[in-house]
């Protein structure tokens, strides 16, 4: 599968933003699909990620700010961020596994590019 991610820009302390991933490939459900973002000078992180059976799990720092959804119609997968704060900023990269949802860089196989996300206080 091949990704595509969009929707990175600028925002202010305590705005939104929605990232979009964009998948090809006739076997979309079947991935989990993470989102991973990378600060500078830090390691990518995992942000938050939503199972092949739309399950999901979402790292402390995004809880009840950040929300995944898929639509495997459309091959997407979204990502809502709200609250945001200048320590979101990063580059968001969205990556697929098949099978079950895991938290570590490793077990994707297939990543998008980065998309920029900058939060001003």
């Known amino acids: 599968v091949q990704l595509q991610a969009s929707g990175g820009g600028l925002a202010q302390a305590g705005g939104s933003l929605r990232l979009s991933c964009a998948a090809s490939g006739r076997t979309f459900s079947r991935y989990s699909i993470g989102w991973f973002r990378q600060a500078p000078g830090k390691e990518r992180e995992f942000v938050t990620g939503?199972?092949?059976?739309?399950?999901?799990h979402s790292a402390d720092s995004v809880k009840g700010r950040f929300t995944i959804s898929r639509d495997n119609a459309k091959k997407t997968v979204d990502l809502q961020m709200n609250s945001l704060k200048p320590e979101d900023t990063a580059v968001y990269y969205c990556?697929?596994?098949?099978?079950?949802?895991?938290?570590?860089?490793?077990?994707?196989?297939?990543w998008g590019q980065g998309t920029l996300v900058t939060v001003s206080s």
């Open positions: 939503i199972n092949w059976n739309g399950s999901t």
């Open positions: 990556a697929a596994r098949q099978g079950q949802l895991m938290t570590g860089l490793r077990y994707f196989g297939s």
